[in-house]
């Protein structure tokens, strides 16, 4: 019987983060079929979706002469600069079609401020502005979260983080997830996430 204070937190398996979209991880929807099967294992299950306006901050066409992957600061601290990606109503926001949406109970949205980023699923790139996934998981009793998606390094070990700050059992499938793996962030992740008390496992 699913427990009503486990939930899934399924990160941003989109069109763009799967071969051959605008941001597209290594094998992203390989893991699509693990995914789905594992859903009616949770009392709760949450999708998260990457959902930026078209001049968004993180885009490195929004910032004359950068390059994608690319880095700037921004007033709350350096920022990669992406792909545009992810772009609301498009067809590369959309969840990958084989996903199975059904189960979910919350669809949380993110990265809809054109001026901060955000990679987790709790708060933005400022660390301070909420997206109110705290206040539903906690009324709600959830206590332990797993997390699966993309990209490991980015919004899936962000959001990790942030649970296991915030008092939430935090656990990684790593085998559920695809890293973007950018100047080394899959290993400096792995480091943060282990040193926050994060549990990594296949
Ligand atoms: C992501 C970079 C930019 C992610 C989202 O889902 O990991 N990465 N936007
Ligand atoms: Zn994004």
Redesign the pocket.
Known sequence: MPKSNEALIV??IQND?CPGGA?AVAGGDQIIARVNAMMGNFGCVVLTQ?WHPAEHS?FASQHKGAAPFSEVRMSYGPQTL?PD??IQGSVGADFHPDLRTDPAQLIIRK?FRPKV?S?SAFFENDHRTTTGLHGFLTARGVTSLTFVG??TD???AYSALDAARLGFESRILMGACRA?DLGGSLLAARARLENTGVTLSD
Request: glycine share 6%; aromatic share 22%.
């Open positions: 990160v941003d983060f941001l990457d993180s992406w990606h992810c990265g980023d990679y993309l990209a980015y919004c899936v973007i």
